[in-house]
């Protein structure tokens, strides 16, 4: 399969600890992106990689969210101190260049 | 007001028929606008995206782009049960590279 993979698809965790996601993006995209879907709603943005640079984060992206993409190919977000309300199905996508983006099959994560 | 919405429906239409979803947006500054159809529990799946004013049409997709009235429509022509899902509209700005989405429009095909 050469689509977006990501992993782990479920977490279940208590408040209070910490996680980490990981994304793998197509082979030769150079843009990778996280967004953050709860129930009802679509995705909102999270945060923008073009290579390894961290081009744009969200003001939704609290200190405790962190993400990298350390040599340009897969990334990871990390949530620091979960509370209940980061309760949702994250999502990487990837691009080439300005081109349309391709979404893996997200992370659903629960926080206890 | 929200960039860019969508009516959540749920929108019904009969097997066969043409379903008609709109979108609109609030930023002049859209480029490209993309829809994306999303099962439940499942990630997002491109469908098309559109840059031009006019239409464009792609198997029993026809995307239709007005930049004046600001909004995006998606045609389904003989719809099937397979297509019931969340419609998500999805428009990037000219000096951006983040999607903005829409809160979806449920379709339920009805045999």
């Known amino acids: 399969d050469t689509g977006v993979s990501q992993d782990p698809r479920h977490k279940i965790t208590k408040r209070g600890q910490n996680v980490t996601f990981r994304c793998d993006p197509i082979?030769?995209?150079?843009?990778l992106y996280w967004y953050r879907q709860t129930l009802g709603q679509g995705p909102e943005f999270l945060t923008y990689?073009?290579?390894?640079?961290?081009?744009?984060k969200s003001r939704l992206l609290s200190d405790r969210f962190s993400a990298e993409r350390p040599k340009g190919s897969f990334s990871t977000l990390e949530i620091q101190r979960t509370e209940q309300g980061d309760s949702a199905m994250y999502l990487c996508?990837?691009?080439?260049?300005?081109?349309?983006?391709?979404f893996g099959p997200g992370t659903r994560l629960t926080v206890l | 007001q929200k960039e860019v919405e969508q009516n959540s429906g749920p929108l019904s239409v009969p097997e066969g028929a043409i379903a008609s979803l709109n979108c609109t947006y609030s930023d002049r500054g859209s480029q490209s606008f993309f829809w994306y159809r999303q099962y439940s529990g499942k990630s997002p799946e491109l469908i098309m995206f559109?840059?031009?004013?006019g239409d464009k049409e792609d198997g029993r997709f026809t995307a239709q782009l007005n930049k004046a009235s600001q909004y995006v429509s998606l045609l389904i022509r003989d719809s099937q049960p397979s297509d019931s899902a969340t419609y998500l509209c999805a428009v990037r700005k000219a000096a951006g590279n983040k999607l903005t989405f829409g809160g979806g429009t449920r379709v339920l095909v009805k045999p």
């Open positions: 990689f073009q290579n390894e640079a961290q081009l744009e």
């Open positions: 559109i840059y031009s004013n």
């Open positions: 996508a990837s691009s080439l260049l300005d081109n349309e983006q391709f």
């Open positions: 082979s030769e995209h150079n843009r």
